[in-house]
């Protein structure tokens, strides 16, 4: 079974508004899986209408075999559902140490020993846990947002557009983390612009268009489809990572 099945997802900001049209999708435990498509086509939707922060109009949504639709944030958490948004992922006037605490707040007797479970984790905050927020730099932010997410030890790592704004070295370190995590058993679901390198960087993936799945299939099948170069590729051909993921 999926960590994460989604079937026939809907829903959008308002009742009548439906930019999500009828989405499935699925992850497994240590798979990593991009969302792509155009602008306005919904992905980052599809993550919010999963995590609960918007009331999805049809569909389901299951966790590990727990059903998750129109629960509320919190127990989608509870449920090991973790979303770590495009912006806004980080406390800028905390710390590190005090960010990563923020994780923990619905399970605070965890808090130390998830913290140092991080910090073991990913490195470079151990290293630079007193640095306040606002001090670190785009990759480094977003290493934090995902340490954050972390805390409460998720099941499923829901990212919306972890590389935006992040130089070409940042992406590729940031991808080579989140893939990391993936192989540590964290199932995830990635929506990315950055096209070539997230599809180099994962096993599966989904195409949307207008709110819906218009291709699904390994990464290296989409990279390889015509029509995807075309439309998001600018007709190259995208090679996988060195690293051979």
């Not at 099945?5 to 308002?14: D, F, K």
């Not at 939707?45 to 995590?51: I, Q, V, Y």
């Not at 340490?147 to 940031?174: Q, R, W």
């Not at 599809?199 to 799945?213: E, F, K, N, P, S």
Request: aromatic residues 4%; hydrophobic residues 50%.
């Amino acid at each position: 079974m999926s960590v994460l099945s989604i079937e026939g997802l809907a829903g959008g900001y308002a009742s009548a508004d439906h930019i999500v049209k009828g989405v499935s999708m699925s992850v497994d435990a240590s798979e990593m899986v991009a969302i792509i498509g155009p602008n306005g086509a919904g992905k980052s939707t599809a993550l919010k209408l999963a995590a609960g922060l918007l009331r999805c109009t049809a569909g389901r949504v299951w966790v590990g075999g727990a059903d998750i639709t129109a629960a509320s944030p919190q127990s989608v958490l509870a449920a090991g559902f973790v979303l770590v948004p495009q912006e806004r992922n980080v406390f800028g006037a905390l710390n590190i140490a005090e960010n990563l605490a923020m994780g923990a707040f619905t399970t605070p007797a965890l808090m130390r020993q998830r913290r140092e479970a991080v910090y073991a984790r990913l490195p470079l905050l151990a290293q630079r846990r007193s640095a306040l927020a606002h001090t670190l730099s785009g990759g480094q932010r977003q290493l934090l947002a995902m340490g954050i997410a972390l805390m409460a030890e998720p099941k499923v790592l829901a990212l919306d557009e972890p590389t935006a704004g992040l130089s070409p070295m940042a992406a590729a370190e940031l991808f080579a983390t989140i893939r990391g995590l993936a192989k540590d058993g964290v199932a995830v679901l990635m929506v990315e612009q950055n096209v070539i390198e997230a599809l180099g960087a994962c096993d599966r993936g989904y195409v949307l268009v207008d709110g819906r799945v218009v291709r699904e299939g390994s990464a290296g099948g989409i990279m390889d489809d015509e029509d995807i170069r075309r439309l998001f590729l600018g007709g190259r051909k995208a090679q996988r990572t060195a690293a051979g993921y």
